[in-house]
């Protein structure tokens, strides 16, 4: 029983710990009462996925609770409109590159830890655990300010969180690059699951393709911030 004792205290200092710091400021954003309103097996949206996986919500999901608990509409990013998923334009990949610039900025030093792992990720090498509790250990103290970075781009560029992921994962098709979540591997961690962090390359349309290579230079510098949701 001493045994299983302090293997139980061990996972939490090394493990849950610091995942749930993580998360804690991964969802700075948010307000305190919709943190409470959260039920079991939902994401903070709200709504489950597929994998099973609880997926964190992005800033200025949920928008009416946002502005009810804060009393101002300041703080959340757009609320989505019309078909999110519809083909990418020039414009809106010219904003992800401004939002990524922000949230690079704002990650600070922690960036070139991130960048150290994605750069083994794009190589071909699956990360491992260790590898994904250490990354959200050095970014525990930097990702809330690249959370506020971010909502504050969304709000600059009328760009709804949901339509920026969308414009993310084109993103990543244009540049080839592989899928790989660790806010989604921190919230597993935080539930004890042992995450998926098998990353898949998707194929991308000629027009995706080509409305990304002005930019593809700077898209691939800033990438490594797709690791932690952003």
């Known amino acids: 029983m001493l045994v299983l004792a302090l ?16 998360l804690n400021g991964w969802r ?19 709504q489950g996925n597929d ?13 009416a609770n946002n502005e009810a608990a804060s009393g101002t509409s300041n703080d959340a990013a757009p609320a989505a409109t019309g078909d999110v998923n519809a083909p990418v334009t020039r414009a809106e990949v010219q904003k992800f590159v401004r939002v990524r610039r922000d ?8 960036f070139t830890g991130l960048q ?47 339509r920026y992921a969308a414009v993310r994962s084109a ?26 962090l098998n990353g898949t390359v998707q194929t991308a349309t000629a027009q995706e393709k080509a409305l990304v290579e002005p930019f593809r230079k700077e898209l691939l510098a800033t990438s490594a911030a797709g690791l932690l949701g952003l």
């Open 7 to 22: 293997l139980g205290a061990l996972a939490w200092f090394v493990v849950i710990r610091p995942a749930q710091d993580f």
């Open 28 to 46: 700075a954003p948010q307000t305190q009462s919709q943190t409470g309103q959260n039920q079991p097996g939902q994401n903070p949206s709200g």
């Open 51 to 63: 994998s099973g996986v609880v997926v964190p919500q992005l800033p200025g999901n949920d928008t």
């Open 103 to 110: 949230v690079r900025q704002a990650l600070g030093t922690s």
């Open 116 to 162: 150290e792992v994605w750069t083994d990720i794009q190589s071909g090498q699956n990360p491992n655990l260790l590898q994904v509790v250490g990354v959200l250990r050095n970014a525990g103290g930097s990702v809330a300010a690249a959370r506020n970075a971010q909502t504050a781009a969304l709000q600059r560029e009328n760009l709804s969180p949901e």
């Open 171 to 196: 993103v990543n098709r244009a540049l080839g690059l592989p899928n790989v979540d660790f806010a989604r591997a921190a919230e597993a961690l935080q539930r004890g699951q042992l995450p998926d």
